[in-house]
């Protein structure tokens, strides 16, 4: 079974331009969620989606912003991108996403390594 | 107060020792807990989840949870030196849905 599936890899972008990541979650599982991890603030929650709606949102400017398909794919898109973004972009995936489920597991993607200059 | 506050180390500990990873909350109603090891340059990969007190082994891990207390820790036995990454131990709250909030992780070091 593939695991969660995160392109590209590498992205290099200067300031002011946007960029879209993509991921693919774990077959069968309908929950995605993203992450952005920096070595000062370690990994802080970006949002969550389910059944293609945002269920929750981590403390991020409007600059953030995502989406998820039919397909449970998701995408993520930063705007006007600034120095601070610099960040290795991690998606993870669970099955079924419920939020009352205690037993939730929750796998991540290899990320996506963006530096902005 | 961080909500979850971990050593950030660097823990040494000799090959084949147990080395004891640590981990305390904030939120007295987070139900769930991950330990996630993460290699230099790679992703989190999940080694271990517990939400009910007590201990939950896997091979050469343990973890173990307190509510009471509101800590949560880690066993690795017959430390390999392939063990040596960070750990990062992550909570979630009620109805928070993959809404996990992370410490900032311990590095461990297992010698030769």
């Known amino acids: 079974k593939a695991g969660v599936t995160q392109t590209p890899r590498y992205l290099i972008k200067t300031r002011g331009q946007q960029v879209t990541l993509s991921c693919s979650p774990i077959?069968?599982?309908?929950?995605v969620s993203w992450y952005q991890q920096t070595p000062g603030q370690g990994l802080q929650f970006l949002f969550e989606?389910?059944?293609?709606?945002?269920?929750n949102k981590g403390n991020f400017p409007g600059r953030f912003s995502g989406r998820q398909f039919s397909n449970s794919r998701s995408e993520m898109n930063v705007s006007t991108l600034e120095l601070g973004d610099s960040a290795l972009y991690l998606c993870?995936?669970?099955?079924?996403?419920?939020?009352?489920?205690?037993?939730?597991?929750?796998?991540f993607g290899s990320g996506t390594q963006l530096s902005v200059l | 107060q961080k909500e979850v506050e971990q050593n950030s180390g660097p823990l040494s500990v000799p090959e084949g020792a147990i080395a004891s990873l640590n981990c305390t909350y904030s939120?007295?109603?987070?139900?769930?807990f991950f330990w996630y090891r993460q290699y230099s340059g790679k992703s989190p990969e999940l080694i271990m989840f517990?939400?009910?007190?007590g201990d939950k082994e896997d091979g050469r891990f343990t973890a173990q949870l307190n509510k009471a207390s509101q800590y949560v820790s880690l066993l690795i036995r017959d430390s390999q030196p392939s063990d040596s990454a960070t750990y990062l131990c992550?909570?979630?709250?009620?109805?928070?849905?993959?809404?996990?909030?992370f410490g900032t992780g311990t590095q461990l070091k297992v010698e030769l």
């Open positions: 517990i939400y009910s007190n």
């Open positions: 077959s069968g599982h309908r929950s």
């Open positions: 989606y389910f059944s293609e709606t945002q269920r």
């Open positions: 992550a909570v979630r709250r009620p109805g928070g849905g993959n809404k996990l909030t």
């Open positions: 939120d007295r109603g987070s139900q769930s």
């Open positions: 993870a995936s669970s099955l079924a996403g419920r939020a009352s489920e205690t037993n939730e597991k929750l796998f």
